[in-house]
């Protein structure tokens, strides 16, 4: 039932700006807690921001603070990730996930968007 598509990634300078975005299925924003997490080659998946099912709490690694920016827009069903001031080490492969909020679920991915940020 929840489904989850990200766009947005590509290649950017350091120092530069990129959007991400996580279309979702139905409800999905109003009933799940949501997250973007990234995965580099060679390194294990990394959390890197947050947001709760009333959209009013967020949460950063912290390698992203103060750069990144997780928000949402339930009538449009989609989840943002605004990335400032990127450098090398953000080059990943980013993925919108919806938690699970109750007994029994699971974890929700997308498929995952390509950010590289060459120096």
């Known amino acids: 039932q929840v489904q989850l598509v990200e766009s947005g990634g590509g290649l950017v300078q350091a120092g530069g700006s990129l959007k991400l975005y996580c279309v979702t299925s139905g409800r999905t924003l109003s009933t799940r807690a949501m997250a973007w997490f990234r995965q580099a080659p060679g390194k294990e998946r990394q959390f890197v921001a947050s947001l709760s099912r009333s959209g009013s709490t967020a949460g950063y690694a912290d390698a992203v603070k103060g750069r990144f920016t997780i928000s949402r827009d339930n009538a449009k069903n989609t989840l943002y990730l605004q990335m400032n001031k990127l450098n090398v080490e953000d080059t990943a492969v980013y993925y919108c996930?919806?938690?699970?909020?109750?007994?029994?679920?699971?974890?929700?991915w997308g498929q995952g968007t390509q950010v590289t940020v060459s120096p």
């Open positions: 996930v919806a938690r699970a909020v109750t007994v029994g679920q699971r974890d929700v």
